[in-house]
DNA sequence: TTGTAAGCGTTATCAA
DNA sequence: TTGATAACGCTTACAA
C-alpha cells in the first residue's frame, strides 16, 4: 500500500507545514541527489564544478537556506548557540555586557539566546532550563544569591560549559570573571581619606558577592590610615533601590553625628545619593562604584571607581567559546582591574 | 545483516555524542515505550496513572529534558523562538526596547535570538539569514535606512511574521509600531514658541524616517505660528553622534544671528547640545526629544518630548504573538503618544 | 491504555 | 564523483 518507496515522489506530501525550502527542494530542481546539495552547502567532500554550480543555481533560485535546527540535531555538532542570562537590560551595566557578548558571539557564528532574570532564583533556574532545552552550546550566566548547584550537573555531566559574570555563583564550580571590587572599594575610600575625610559611610545593596568585597576594601583602606570604622555609617539596604538609597543618605546626613564623605556602591545607590544631597541642599563628598552617562555634567561631576564593562563581557564569551571548542583546564576566575575616575564630588573637602 | 530491527537494542550506539539523556532513555528506564513518555510529558493521549508515575521517576532519575530543536523540527510545530534584531544596546531606547520585549516573548513561553546590526545594511541582512536559520517564529526589527525588500519574501511566502519598531522599512509590508514623532516635533517647537521663542534651530540625525517626521512636526508649529523658518537655523548632521552635534551647536551659537533655542531630535544629540553650551558657558533654551535618566539632576533641568520606550517593545512583542497565533489581518500601523516634560531648559525665555 | 512505524531536514557512512 | 541509507530526538497517525 506504500507507493513512497517504489514509485519516485516530486512532489511534497499533501500535509506539509514547514513552507520553507529543503535540500530535497534544491536537489530535485538540480536533477542531483539530496546529499549533493549537502556537500556544495557545505563545502565538504567532492563535487564537480559543473554539478555544484547547478545546485547553486537551484539554491538561489528557490532561495534555499540550511535549517541550522535540523543540523544540530546530528550527533557531534553543536547548536551554534550561547545563551545569556542577566538582570535588567535598563541597567547601563548589564547593556553594555550584553552587547559585548553578543558582538564577540557573533563575530565568531554564533547566535546569542537572551533572558533575563530579574533577581528571582526560581526565574533564573526556569530560564536555564529553557536554554538547556533548545540545546545551547554554553552559558554566561550573573548570577542570583541562592544554590545555584544545579548548575553543576549542566557543566560537568552535560558538557554544557558556563562562564559566570560579575559574581561567581554559590555551589557551582565554573570559570568567573569578576572585576576587582575589594581594589574598588579600597581605592574609593582611601581617596576620600586622601581628602582629609575620616567619618566615611559606605553603602551597600543586599549581601551579593560584590557588595562583600567592596566593603572589605573600604575596611582596608580604613584600617591602614588607622581610622576606627564605625558600625553606624555601614549601611546595608534591602533592595538596592535608588529610592532606598536616598532615603538612607537622608538618614544619613541628618543624624546626630553625620559623615562628611559617602561611597555608594553601585550605580542606582550612586543616583540615590545625589538626589538626596539635592533635596538637603547639602553637598557630602562622593565616590561611586561604576561609572554612568553624564556623570561629568552634573552640578557636581561625580568621581567615581570603574572598569570596563565591555571588557568583561567580551572576555566572559571569549572564554565561553574556548570552552566550547574544547578547552579543559581547569576553572578560571578572571579578575578586571578597576580605576577612580576623580571628577569633582570625591574632592570636596572636609569643612 | 541488520539486526537493529529483530534484536531490541536496549543501550546507545557507542559513537554518540550529544550526552544529554533523550526519550528513549527514559523510556528505557522506565519500562514503556518511547511515545508513551512522549504523552506523558507533553500530557496528551492517555497513560493509566501508574505507568505516568513510574515515567515521571525516571525523568527525575535522569534529569530528562526535552529537546525543543528536535521537537521544532516536527511538520506543524514552531520554534517558540523570535529573534530581535536592533541597534546597539548601550543606546538606552534600544535597551528598554529588548527588555520589554523579551519579557513579554518569554511570559508567553517564547526565547528571543538577541542580535544588533549596527547601522549596517548588509550586518543586518546576514543577521536576518542566522536568524531566518534558526528558524525564529518571529522577527522584531528595528530597521536601517537602505531597502529592505528582501523581507517580503520572509514576511509573506514563508510565513514568519515581522513587526518593525520605531520606523518602517522602505520596501517592506508588515507590522509598525511607531511613536508619534510629528506631533512630538510639533510639541516640543510650540512649547519654545509659547516661551517666547522665534529663532528654534533644530538638530537632526541623518534623514531617517524618525528625524523627517519630527522636522515636519517642526514646520508645522512654526508655520501656524506665522514663523517664516531660516534653513540656517535647521541642521542635519552626517551621522548623529553627540561629538557632531556639539559641534554643530558651537557653531550655531556663535554665528552671526543665533537661535535663542535649539530642539534636538535624539538623546544623543540633545548630550552634545548640553555639552557645548557648559563649554561656551552660555545657555540656550533646549528640548529634546527621547527622555533620558539624570535629565532632572543636570543644573538645569532638561524639557524633553517621550514616549513610552517600554511599551513601544512591548506592544510589538504583543503583535508579533499574535501574528504567530494566526491573526492574519492586514499590515497594522500603531502609533503611540508622545508627552511633553518641561523641566527647565525649555523654558528659558528669550534674554 | 499502550505500542509500531514513519518522517521532520540534516549529515556520516558506505557502496557504486 | 555521486548516491542510497541510516540516524539525530521528537510527534502524529494508526494498530493492537
Redesign the pocket.
Known sequence: M?G??STHVSS??P??Q?T????????ERA?????????V??G?????E???ERVMAAINAIG????????S?????NSMTIGLLLGDLTNPFYASLAKAAVEVANRAGYAVLLSTADEDPEVERRAVGELIGRRVAGLIIVPDQGDHAFLNEINGHDHVPIVFVDRPATGAEADVVLVDNEDGGRKATQHLIDQGHRRIAILGAPSYYSTGRRLRGYRKALRRSGITPDSNLVVTLRRGTTEEASAATHTLLTSADPPTAVFSTTGFLTEGVLRACRQLQTSVAIVGFDDFKLADMLPTPVTVVTSDTEELGRHAARLLLDRIDGDDAPSRRTVLPVQLIARGTGEIGTQ
Open positions: 506504500e513512497w518507496s511534497r506530501p500535509h506539509r514547514n520553507r525550502p529543503t535540500m530535497r527542494d534544491v536537489a536533477g542531483v541527489a539530496l546529499v549533493t546539495v549537502s556537500r552547502v557545505n565538504v567532500g567532492t563535487v564537480r559543473e554539478t555544484a534555499y537556506q540550511r535549517n541550522e535546527l535540523a543540523r540535531l546530528r550527533p557531534g555538532q
